[in-house]
């Protein structure tokens, strides 16, 4: 079994920055593809950022040039450090991570719980 743990979730004033953490833990051959999404009330989970094994990352576009994701391996932890906060950015942030349990190339995804970001104006 695989656990997702986020935490970092909090309630900032727009403009201020925030870090999440997400560590996965459990039993597993490697991870492969991590990453950040996001669901605002009312709306659809959006993917916010993501980041492979190899540190190649990738970005929304509400988020470039604020938000950075970094991840360490040895940790099979990633973080988004989150900058320059909008209102627009409140929702429940959720990590997601390709896992491969075993030798085989196959790749099972899990979620974490989930943390709640609030921006306020």
């Not at 593809?33 to 709306?43: E, V």
């Not at 959006?46 to 190899?54: D, F, K, N, P, R």
């Not at 990352?57 to 991840?71: E, L, M, P, W």
Request: glycine letters at 10%.
């Amino acid at each position: 079994q695989v656990h997702l743990v986020e935490s970092g979730g909090a309630l900032v004033q727009a403009g201020g920055s925030l870090r999440l953490s997400c560590a996965a833990s459990g039993e597993f051959f490697s991870i492969n593809q991590m990453g950040w999404y996001r669901q605002a009330p009312g709306k659809q989970r959006e993917l916010v950022a993501t980041i492979t094994s190899g540190q190649v990352t990738n970005y929304a576009d509400s988020v470039k040039g604020r938000f950075t994701i970094s991840r360490d391996n040895a940790k099979n932890t990633i973080y988004l450090q989150m900058n320059s906060l909008k209102p627009e950015d409140t929702a429940v942030y959720s990590c997601n991570a390709g896992v491969r349990l075993t030798v085989l190339p196959t790749s099972r995804f899990y979620w974490g719980q989930g943390t709640q970001v609030t921006v306020s104006s």
